[in-house]
């Protein structure tokens, strides 16, 4: 859970702004704690624009698809879109101004918003409060690195737009190598709750266990928390969306990615999707401006733009298999 191009930020200056952060800093976006300079780079090295003044790819309107959207929102002319504001570059987070919303998944949904003819609007909320706004039918659609599960399926509808990859970061040099449960058995792992990172490392602790080997010393964090947790050797290891550790692990220097996995787990392609309340009548026309958009190649431009190319997907699918149930 993408790029107009200027300045780069050094590693002197991004480990300055993580201590800053840490003692009290006023900045409370994620471009504020990891880059106080003009601009970043991508996980593939691509220079990122965090300035409030993106540049956007934008796309026409297609008429037979908006007049997919349900009628009660065609009114309104809005789409409501829920996202994170927990989450880190370049999925959904702040610009240095340090309250416009910027990321793949903000350029996505207003994409998507252009095809349909709407005008999008943002709720940024904690990770939990994405499925009760969607159950109350307070937001329209969840766009925030949301992966496709068989429990979320009894609840949601979904159009799937990118691959869910996870990823493992720790400190560069030593050594660490994760391919599966044994690699982490004993260390002290971070990861965000509620997730479905929390569920991988949950059932592989317990699979360690069934092995006779040490369980995973599973530790929670929120947002940004975890930088200085990895930094200052209180956990080992941090699993989370791969997009956003590999864009910190390029900023700082300090981390790498030492290993990935299918955020579906070992049976399933792991895939996040737009999510709708089920049966609200909106997954027909997500999917449609999702196909639209990979088609006319705006897609494309957006997930290069932030470096995400490896996690493009053909087409949309509409609630595909998704994690099993633990």
């Not at 900045?27 to 090295?45: I, Q």
């Not at 990861?191 to 360690?208: F, H, I, M, R, Y």
């Not at 957006?302 to 509409?318: C, M, P, Q």
Request: proline content about 5%.
């Amino acid at each position: 859970m993408s790029l107009p191009r200027r300045a780069l930020v050094t590693a002197a200056a991004l480990t300055a702004a993580l201590v800053l952060a840490g003692c009290g800093s006023g900045a409370t976006g994620a471009a504020g704690e990891l880059a106080p300079a003009k601009g970043s780079t991508a996980p593939d090295g691509t220079v990122v624009n965090l300035s409030p003044n993106q540049e956007r790819v934008t796309t026409p309107k297609v008429d037979a698809i908006a007049a997919l959207v349900p009628e009660e929102i065609r009114r309104k002319g809005t789409l409501s879109v829920v996202d994170s504001i927990g989450s880190t570059p370049p999925l959904d987070f702040y610009a240095n101004d340090d309250k416009t919303i910027i990321g793949v998944e903000p350029d996505l949904a207003l994409l998507i918003g252009n095809v349909l003819g709407l005008k999008v609007e943002f709720n940024p909320v904690s990770w939990e409060n994405i499925f009760v706004g969607l159950d109350s039918g307070k937001y329209d659609v969840g766009l925030s690195n949301i992966t496709v599960t068989e429990a979320r399926k009894e609840k949601y509808d979904f159009a799937t737009y990118r691959l869910d990859v996870l990823g493992f970061e720790a400190k560069k040099g030593g050594g660490l190598k994760v391919t599966g449960p044994r690699d982490l058995a004993g260390k002290a792992v971070g990861v965000a709750t509620g997730t479905n990172q929390e569920k991988l490392l949950v059932s592989w602790s317990e699979e360690n266990v069934r092995n006779g080997l040490k369980p995973i010393d599973i530790k929670y964090f929120q947002g940004t928390e975890y930088y200085l947790a990895l930094s200052s050797g209180r956990i080992e290891v941090y699993t989370g969306p791969n997009p956003s550790l590999a864009f910190h692990a390029v900023q700082t220097g300090e981390t790498e990615v030492v290993g990935t996995y299918s955020g579906g787990g070992a049976d399933v392609l792991g895939k996040i999707a737009a999510t709708t309340r089920k049966d609200n009548g909106l997954v027909k026309a997500l999917n449609g401006a999702i196909d639209e958009v990979i088609r006319n190649g705006t897609y494309g431009q957006v997930l290069k733009r932030w470096g995400l190319d490896n996690e493009a997907v053909k087409s949309s699918e509409i609630n595909p298999p998704g994690l099993p149930k633990l």
